[in-house]
């Protein structure tokens, strides 16, 4: 209970001292105009509420990664709770700070854009349609999984839930920003938001042990340890409560709606280390809850024990009827809103890329039925394929993104070893995954880890030595 508690002691701080020191790296202005006041459209660039920009962030950023991620990633044991704590500050929250803010000072571009601001039109191309093709596997991921737990909750068919989520997808897609997201979702991050202070007061109030962050459990605990070592497999399970590129492609959506640059550490910054929280939250309750970490991996090998009932069953049991609402809002609710706003990116990337102006509601229908064509197809594909492609894709594009504000920040002749430790590091653990893993090369684990170390130096080495021509405009 003392190393949680720690935890969560240092994820705060985190907040207020390394998200000060961060914000003073980009040198927020609150007299700068945004994009929200300048470009005002009505459907898109809609300035809005601070607390309605941060529940919104934080839902969109959330959804089921930091529950299934974090319930997975206490497979490995405590060790789980080090990746949490210092890839939600040193790696998530300047990562989805800087993509937000830099998309405020490019007048609410889309990460694409942004990135090939910084690492070359070539790259700009390739983000597009790397962007794209993740955002609709986020879609997929996010229709696929409420439909069958709502299939095993009513009895409907697969099919049919499949087809109604994506009605619904259809529309919030393109409805104005503040009518539907800007009313609807605050209440939902919320709401997830409430069922995680339940579950930490569980923890402190209820008979459970976590297990602690000792020398003697500061080890691989995962059942089979050797196919599952802690690098790189635990940095790709624990994505959105660490650190997720699909948060970078959230980032600009709340861009569009911040009215003072100096609201920027509170929505970004804030809404990662609070999902840094909730994550850590679910990964103790799940190693408590069953007895330990062995007993997580025994229950969830069982036949269907899967995350989804992981959730359910915790909930029920500490939360009562309350808990088994927001179990129930947890595993649908929140993907489903998460997948929404990832179709919305989708869009919005689009258009970007071939200056179509969307305030017109047919230019975005004409944008937005191929990508649900798209998405219905992928929809047949078996889901834990498609889960296994995403999960190296989003930490894949968070690399791609943390390189590109190594080199705004370089540019801007300002301290870059605070971007530029993170954008190694991830480059590292992308590269030696996708070697070993199955949906990969499935080469052998010393070669993998020599060549992931090689690809990690080689563009450091490059970037130390690189000098910028000019300091990038704002």
Known sequence: MISFLACIAILILGYFIYG?????KFGAD??????????QDGVDFVPLPLSKIFLIQFLNIAGLGPIFGAIAGALWGPVAFLWIVFGSIFAGAVHDYFSGMLSIRHGGDSIPEIVGQYLGTGVKYFMRIFSVVLLILVGVVFVKGPATILHELTGASVSILIVIIFIYYLLATMIPIDKLIGKIYPLFGLSLLVMAVGLFFAL????????????????????????YPVFPLLFITIACGAISGFHSTQSPLMARCISNETQGKKVFFGAMITEGIVALIWAAIAMAFFGGVRELGETMAEDGHNAAWVVNII???????????????GVIAAPITSGDTAFRSARLIIADAFNFDQAKLLKRFIITIPIFVIALVITQIDFAIIWRYFGWSNQMLATVVLWAMAVYIKEQGKGYWFILIPSAFMTAVVTTYILVAPEGFSINYKLSYSVGILASLVPSIWFLIWKPKNKSSE
Request: charged share 15%; with cysteine; aromatic share 8%.
């Open 20 to 24: 000060n020191y961060i914000e003073r």
């Open 30 to 39: 609150p007299n700068r105009t945004t994009p929200a006041i300048s470009k």
């Open 204 to 227: 402190i109030f209820q008979d459970y042990t976590i297990p602690e962050l000792s020398i003697q459990n500061l080890q691989n605990m995962h059942a089979d340890p050797e196919t």
């Open 315 to 329: 909930c029920n049991t500490t939360l009562g009827k309350i808990g088994g609402i927001l179990a129930v809002f």
